[in-house]
């Protein structure tokens, strides 16, 4: 490498010890425990693949054969690890799971509310208003809930925004109530936008079940979305699919990014087909392994080191929802735990109002980071 090239990435890292990405760089010093990025990167095997492909100019617009190695891949990974099978006619790539939603709410008509259960993954209802659709909060403060949605359906004809597994608080929905929801779905001829990006990340004891795999008539209403950012942490890739079984709704995305647009690109086929192959999951599962001893670990520390904190551990991914309402702060607990403990988390209050209270602390960072930034909220309550 020249030396040009050399200070033109070092110039990239504020500091040469902490991994690339947004979640250190956002607060500079604190222990960065926000944005949903890993710090156990991503497989050796699929870095090797993206630096063959930049090699072999692999950087064309998206041809039809990476495509449909992607939609493959994708399908495959619903198929064997998810048991839902579909067709790869019923995929469409897309750069990123928002941009999915973004197209998904172009296909219904403006004046359908979208219903957001909250807490939320903070960036959905902004995408919403950008749109000038109605977005209707529904708080849900002690886990999915069917009837307070049931008594927000009153529009035929709305848009249920599901997020499942659940960002931020890691619910995963058992087939009772994923068939109930159909149900409800189908009574109030409502649509569902079902966000599984984190699909991929749960822990032993849950399983994932996508919603459209329920019945034919969930699948009809549903546009599901997912993308290996979480799992294999790839978000810069901007790689993702939609899966849309409806017919009627897939010929209007189509009518909708046409050129295509809003697809992907070579590099994100490649990386989706590397991240949803048996070696890609055969490294997702190693990592579910350490994730889930960094998740026993954050229990043990919070049970110890701060218990008046209400949590529940996650069933899946690597977020976790602390509620620190019984400390009775002066200020909302992410600004405590960045200035006092030098600690930075997502605010509750960016994922609903009614949930000031709670912090979203990322743990897929080493032991010691956990360590200390427990550490470091405790002596600070206690100063
Ligand atoms: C639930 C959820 N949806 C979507 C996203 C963003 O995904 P993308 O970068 O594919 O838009 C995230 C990222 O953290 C997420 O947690």
């Known amino acids: 490498m020249s030396n040009r090239t050399d200070e033109f990435f070092s110039r990239l890292r504020a500091d040469q010890a902490l991994p690339h990405g947004r979640k250190w760089a956002e607060q500079q010093g604190a222990i960065g425990a926000g944005i949903a990025e890993s710090d156990f990167g991503t497989a050796t095997f699929i870095k090797e693949r993206l630096a063959r492909a930049v090699q072999e100019d692999l950087l064309s617009y998206l041809p039809d054969n990476l495509a449909e190695l992607a939609s493959e891949a994708c399908s495959e990974l619903y198929r064997t690890r ?75 004809g709305s ?16 087939r009772e109530t994923l068939t109930q929801l159909a149900e409800l779905a189908e009574r109030h001829d ?12 749960v822990y032993a004891g849950s399983t994932h079940i996508p919603f459209a795999s329920i019945s034919p008539e969930a699948a009809q209403r549903s546009i599901t979305a997912i993308s290996p950012s979480k799992g294999w942490n790839l978000p810069g890739l901007k790689a993702a699919h939609a899966i849309i079984p409806n017919d009627q709704l897939r010929g209007h995305w189509d009518r909708l ?31 579910i392994l350490r994730f889930d001893s960094n998740r026993k670990l954050l229990t043990a520390q919070l049970n110890e080191s701060l218990p008046l904190a209400q949590y529940r551990e996650p069933q899946a991914t690597y977020l976790a929802w602390i509620n620190f309402a019984d400390y009775e702060l002066d200020v909302s607990p992410a600004e405590f735990l960045l200035q006092r403990a030098g600690v930075a988390t997502v605010p509750g209050g960016a994922c609903g109002t009614q949930f000031a209270h709670h912090i979203r602390f990322n743990f897929a960072t080493s032991p010691e980071n956990i360590e200390r930034a427990i550490a470091g909220a405790a002596a600070a309550l206690t100063r």
């Open 159 to 174: 848009i249920v925004l599901l997020c499942n597994p659940h960002n931020p608080t890691g619910e995963v929905l058992d």
């Open 257 to 287: 990014d046409r050129h295509p647009v809003r697809s992907g690109s070579p590099l994100g086929a490649i990386g989706i087909a590397s991240a949803y192959s048996d070696e890609g999951l055969a490294w997702l599962d190693e990592l």
């Open 190 to 201: 409502a649509y569902l936008f079902v966000d599984e990006i984190h699909a991929p990340l």
């Open 82 to 156: 998810f048991g839902w099978t579909f067709p790869t006619s019923w995929v469409r790539a897309t750069p990123d799971v928002l941009s999915a939603l973004h197209i998904a709410l172009e296909i219904f008509p403006q004046h359908t509310p979208v219903i957001i259960p909250s807490p939320w993954y903070s960036p959905f209802p902004g995408v919403c208003e950008s749109m000038n659709r109605e977005v209707v909060s529904v708080p849900m403060p002690n886990g999915f809930d069917l009837e307070l949605l049931a008594d927000s359906l009153r529009v035929p």
